[in-house]
């Protein structure tokens, strides 16, 4: 499972900006990878797993701004077709999760 959040936050004023650099290392400190620019994406072994992490950003969520929140699954993942100018590169790996007994 995928956790993806996208967001648009406002900029204009150094108080602003301050709001959303300490949104984005929060939510990089919670394990999420910069996909573009206003895009993170954080790989869950469960859906249990995913409903933590969503509920982490969902602490953290600034005043102002438009934030969204999606999951997909592995298969629906590995559909995408992602492009650097007209050249086809391959999705990010699926993070290996050991599991100790």
């Known amino acids: 499972m995928w956790v993806l959040v996208f967001f648009d936050l406002p900029t204009e004023t150094k108080k602003d900006r301050k709001i959303y650099a300490r949104f984005r290392k ?49 298969k629906q993942f590995g559909m995408m077709e992602i492009f650097r100018g007209q050249d086809q590169v391959k999705a990010p790996e699926t ?6 007994f």
């Open 26 to 74: 929060e939510i990089m400190a919670y394990g999420f990878q910069m996909f573009q620019f206003s895009i993170y994406l954080r790989h869950c072994s469960s859906r249990e797993n995913a409903n933590v992490h969503i509920e982490r950003v969902k602490k953290i969520l600034p005043e102002k701004g438009h934030i969204g929140i999606m999951c997909i699954t592995d």
């Open 95 to 100: 993070v290996q999760q050991l599991e100790l």
